[in-house]
């Protein structure tokens, strides 16, 4: 899939294109039904459907304290499993957030994209002071060109799917309710780095995972997960524990992962984990025998749940 980034003061770089805009942090079932939208418009009308979006995030460039669900390179795996040409970004930066909304439209979805169509969700803003919204967006579609449609708030009971809720999920180690929101797992990705070598001492080698600062960790503890190496979606089982390691006077927050039945060096390698469920909350071992016995449960448990799992999914899909 396609991967283009523009600054703003390109022009042509596509032409007939059907947009989606919005930051897609999470990539989740409300993004997923504005992209199902943009496809099927877009084949009526022989467009080529792409992701617009932002990096950085906007709210990361304006100041804010924020942790993304997605990072960059995870937000673009995950879009590539949806049926568009490509995705653009936004070489967003103070400049860009100062424009106003009409400049946007203008200089971006006009001049450099091309855009016939644009779908938007019922809560996107855009330029100074989020000024824009679908209405405004509608009125400039009129005078320039394109046609705008806007998707409508997707629920799971009485819950509205919004990246901000998942956050909040995934802050409190609720995973299999925000799996639930997202429609795949919650991925963390990163490159495995190395670590003290306690995992093989006592029998169960973990590979450690250096993760974007940016990236938004779960309640520390420990978690059934699938594993993927380099740019495969998670496919084998394993079991995660994110935390400081308070048993061996560990502080930095970490995360580790034990691939079951794993032969082979991951050092220098990205995984890509999607975690399945909470199992435990993080807590300090009186030995590191005690601990052995615990990863064993644990790991019993992730069995468990990842059983689970994967009879409850379709055998084609992998997160």
Do not use: W
Not at 170 to 193: F, Q, R
Not at 220 to 233: L, P, R
């Amino acid at each position: 899939m396609k991967k283009i980034t523009i600054k703003g003061h390109e022009e042509g770089v596509l032409t007939d294109s059907a947009l989606m805009i919005g930051s897609f942090d999470g990539v989740h079932l409300g993004h997923k039904a504005i992209a199902d939208t943009l496809i099927a418009l877009s084949r009526q009308k022989g467009l080529k459907p792409y992701a617009l979006t932002f990096e950085p995030h906007p709210r990361l460039v304006l100041g804010n304290n924020i942790k993304l669900l997605t990072t960059h390179y995870e937000k673009f795996m995950l879009l590539s499993k949806l049926e568009l040409d490509g995705v653009v970004y936004v070489d967003f930066n103070r400049q860009i957030a100062d424009m106003s909304y009409a400049d946007f439209v203008e200089q971006f979805i006009v001049k450099a994209l091309g855009a016939k169509l644009v779908v938007v969700g019922y809560d996107h803003h855009f330029g100074r002071g989020r000024e824009g919204n679908p209405e405004r967006l509608t009125e400039l579609g009129k005078l320039m060109g394109f046609d705008v449609k806007v998707v409508q708030p997707i629920k799971i009971g009485e819950k509205t799917i919004k990246s901000n809720t998942i956050r909040e999920l995934v802050e409190y180690g609720d995973i299999a309710e925000a799996n639930a929101m997202l429609g795949h797992l919650y991925l963390i990705s990163g490159i495995t780095v190395k670590g003290k070598g306690l995992g093989e001492q006592i029998g169960y080698p973990t590979a450690n995972i250096k993760v974007p600062e940016e990236k938004l960790l779960p309640l520390n503890g420990v978690y059934a997960a699938m594993v993927g190496v380099n740019d495969n979606f998670p496919d084998m089982p394993a079991v995660v524990y994110i935390g400081t390691a308070p048993t061996v006077s560990g502080k930095k927050k970490m995360v580790e992962v034990h691939i079951f039945d794993f032969e082979g060096k991951l050092y220098g390698t990205r995984l890509n984990i999607g975690l399945v469920d909470f199992i435990r909350v993080e807590r300090e071992f009186c030995s590191t025998e005690v601990l052995r016995a615990q990863i064993e449960n644990d790991i019993e448990r992730a069995k468990q749940i990842i059983n689970r799992h994967i009879k409850k999914e379709p055998a084609h899909k992998t997160i």
